[in-house]
């Protein structure tokens, strides 16, 4: 039996993970989501696990208080935890953005991570160990897109806050470690100029845009007990893109 907790699992590359995962029947998933539960319930009635799904809102510091308190309250320890969280990726000059574009970011994607992280560890530690994978993005990895000020200052401070949490713990067992995806076909990107996405899936060496299903797989591998000596690593998943 395994716990596992998943944020922002309504998103694309959680339904891929979810659909694609080799579950069990003795299995817990805590599955945290703020919209768009059509497809999550879908995709949940179908594994044999037993789900538990939860909206909160990590918008606020309310809702994610709410959320860690629930986690508390049901004595729910994931050993296998999941950070898929998002807010919609926009174009924008810096100019035209204000603070609260950042700060949006921010609490969705870092804010969020780091209290459930700091609930969850000491008892992942007393458990024996764990594992956390957080989905980034390659803007993370080479030179960042433009127009995406907001979006790419939260992944970088997600992914320095992971890396923190990957070496601290280290000696704990528990091994955190991070996905960089090119761009996704997901609904994420539907704000972005026309014409970016197929701009950049002619550009890549595959011909094509990275698939949630892609991500999956990986995320499957960096939880299975074959990983036993993988930690605080970035790994590009860009079809040749970056290296």
Not at 59 to 81: H, N, S
Not at 166 to 188: C, D, G, H, Q, W
Request: glycine share 6%; aromatic share 10%.
């Amino acid at each position: 039996m395994a716990k596992y907790l998943i944020l922002g699992a309504s998103s694309e590359v959680s339904l891929a993970f979810i659909k694609g995962h080799n579950w069990k029947s003795d299995d817990d998933i805590l599955a945290q989501y703020y919209s768009h539960d059509d497809g999550l319930r879908e995709a949940v009635n179908v594994i044999p696990a037993k789900v538990v799904m939860r909206k909160a809102d990590f918008l606020t510091e309310e809702g994610i208080k709410d959320f860690t308190d629930f986690m508390r309250q049901e004595d729910f320890t994931p050993a296998k935890i999941l950070h898929a969280s998002a807010f919609p990726v926009s174009n924008a000059r810096l100019t035209e953005l204000e603070w609260g574009n950042f700060n949006a970011q921010i609490m969705i994607q870092v804010r969020s991570f780091f209290e459930v992280m700091r609930s969850s560890v000491r008892a992942m530690a007393k458990a024996g160990g764990g594992r956390a994978v957080v989905v980034l993005s390659s803007g993370c990895i080479n030179v960042p897109p433009a127009y995406m000020s907001d979006y790419i200052t939260a992944k970088y401070a997600l992914m320095g806050l992971t890396k923190a949490i990957a070496a601290e713990y280290a000696p704990k067992k528990i091994l955190v470690n991070m996905i960089s995806p090119s761009m996704m076909e997901t609904k994420f990107i539907s704000n972005i100029y026309s014409g970016v996405s197929e701009q950049s899936a002619a550009a890549n060496p595959m011909k094509r845009n990275a698939k949630p299903e892609d991500v999956a797989g990986l995320v499957s591998y960096l939880f299975s007990g074959n990983n036993t000596f993988i930690t605080g690593a970035n790994i590009p998943v860009t079809g040749g893109e970056e290296f």
